[in-house]
């Protein structure tokens, strides 16, 4: 009876009373009469679940819709009517039983034994039987009518928050309005009157926009920037170097030597200043030529980029607008400590691997030899989240999630036990892992990763000799377990496969994420989801 006890738990109003009525409940051709006595006057086993029963009918309140068509949020309406009425159903399906359980109990009274005949008992009982196998078949009825009404109300949802995506499609412009009502046959139908909802994103992979660019991008961690130390990244296909001035602040130039193309990050730091390894001309972080041995100093500046640390992160803004005055906090929640900070660099375009992070349906089928070893597959998986957001909670996962522009992904996960989920909220959990990915566009078929792992349990694990070496080894485990999935969605893409043919529910995340990437692609003055 899960159904059953799923529609017990929403959230309806009671209708408590404390005078004293009587309330008939007809059942085919049996009738069952509860009296309700005075509050307090009713015995302490009933008084405990009659409240669950008492719940207004709300036949009474069909929604009123006039016209043939409804529109999403109507349909919505209607199909969350269909759910209050099979909970009502549910209830008195279930009270039904309990008070026939009530009359058996009665009737194998010891004291009536003193005033009825053996075959007067057993001719109720076998009465009583019948009627409880009606009401039990009522409700695997009820059971049906509740999972059918959950799935209708899904798909409602599913229409009302995606109205974005489907304004996309020119012919569900055509068909702004679909029909709904409170059958399942007739929730068939306004499937098939919807055209299906589908993104395009196929090969070969298009250029960068130069919007893309205008943000704020964490490119290192500041504890792998020493100050006699460079890094070489890429970025938006260029390549850049980053290394620390003589005042200990980053910056960001161009990886390449104005005089004759070097490779910057070939030659070393001096005194704040790196070194070209071919002839020794030296540049600081502001992109400015201040030496060049052998030969008299001339005006030479390289490109350099807006650079900033915080927060133990290092961020460039690659954009050709003015940088933002503000840069968002990736620091995890309070509580927390890191444990981990790991750099890869990996063959996939960065969209595909944003696509995957955003996702926890796969993990049953994918992540099977990791941390979803021992994970049962859900009969269905729902990723709950306002309806102008970028972050929301996993159901039946212990888990909160969040995409936060332009590239990043942070999640909450609530431990429990060791390869299980119990399907508890992340609140319930008493130990949490918190994981942050930045997944940089190092060029159309490259991702710079970022991770940060931090725990809010086990501080001692910080300090064990070489524990970093074994979170990189199981953080590898866990991407390669992706990468070869995600590496045959590029080959297909490149080859002219869409990868996002045919989205359903759980991809609600996903989808959003596409939704605000193509909207910034296509210059949009206000970028959805940005609240």
Known sequence: MTAITTALSLPFSLCRSTKSYTRKYVKGSFGVFAVYGEEGGMPDKKSSW???FNVEDPRSKVPQIKGKFLDANQALEVARYDLQYCDWRARQDVLTIMLLHEKVVEVL???????KSIGTMKKELAELQGELSQAHNQVHISEARVSAALDKLAYMEELVNDRLLQERSTA????????ASTSTALLDTVKSKQPRRTLSV???????????????????????????????????EQPWVIFRGNDGKPGCVQNTCAHRACPLDLGSVKEGR??????????????????????RLQNVKIKALPCFEQEGMIWIWPGNDPPAATLPSLLPPSGFQIHAEIVMELPVEHGLLLDNLLDLAHAPFTHTSTFAKGWSVPSLV????????????WDPYPIDMEFRPPCMVLSTIGISKPGKLEGQSTKQCSTHLHQLHVCLPASRHKTRLLYRMSLDFAPLLKHIPFMQYVWRHFAKQVLNEDLRL????QDRMLNGANIWNLPVSYDKLGVRYRIWRDAVDSGAKQLPFSK
């Open 382 to 393: 729902k990723f709950l989240t306002p309806a102008s957001g970028l972050q929301g909670y």
């Open 109 to 115: 009274n010891p004291l009536a034994r003193e005033y």
């Open 202 to 236: 196929s090969g070969p992979v298009q250029d960068y926009s130069s919007r893309l660019k205008n943000f704020w991008y964490p490119v290192a961690f500041s504890a792998d920037l020493k100050d006699d130390t460079m890094l070489p990244i890429d970025c938006f």
């Open 274 to 295: 790196i070194q070209c390894p071919y002839h020794g001309w030296e540049y600081s972080t502001d992109g400015k030529c201040e030496k060049m041995p052998s030969t």
């Open 50 to 52: 009659l409240t669950l």
């Open 486 to 489: 995600v590496l045959g969605q």
């Open 172 to 179: 569900e412009s055509d068909c702004s309005s679909s029909s």
